[in-house]
């Protein structure tokens, strides 16, 4: 089983960036596959980026293509989120999630954080 905290969500200008962090807990970390999902108010929540196990292979949802990179640091059991070029439209809550596989569906992922919210002002 592994827990997950995110962090670095906040209030930010449309053109901004942040980084986000999605801490976990436990050891076997490093064989899960780690996602991003995002839920702004009233909508369903969507796939945003996802990072195989090590690292070595990464998806993207089309609209943070270019603009979004994530990454994961096995050693510190941490996977990041690194946003650029903020949109008002990226406004929502950001959620970390593991799962068996590279997946956009958010049924695919077994373990969650409580999310933190992004804000991108115009």
């Known amino acids: 089983q592994v827990q997950l905290v995110e962090s670095g969500g906040g209030l930010v200008q449309a053109g901004g960036s942040l980084r986000l962090s999605c801490a976990a807990s436990?050891?076997?970390?490093?064989?899960?596959?780690m996602g991003w999902f995002r839920q702004a108010p009233g909508k369903e929540r969507e796939f945003v980026a996802a990072?195989?196990?090590?690292?070595?292979?990464?998806q993207y949802a089309d609209s943070v293509k270019g603009r979004f990179t994530t990454s994961r640091d096995n050693t510190k059991n941490t996977v990041y989120l690194q946003m650029n070029s903020l949109k008002p439209e990226d406004t929502a809550v950001y959620y970390c999630?593991?799962?068996?596989?590279?997946?956009?569906?958010?049924?695919?992922?077994?373990?969650w954080g409580p999310g933190t919210q992004v804000t991108v002002s115009s």
């Open positions: 999630a593991a799962g068996a596989g590279m997946r956009v569906g958010p049924s695919e992922y077994n373990y």
């Open positions: 436990g050891r076997t970390f490093s064989s899960y596959v």
């Open positions: 990072v195989s196990w090590r690292g070595s292979s990464r």
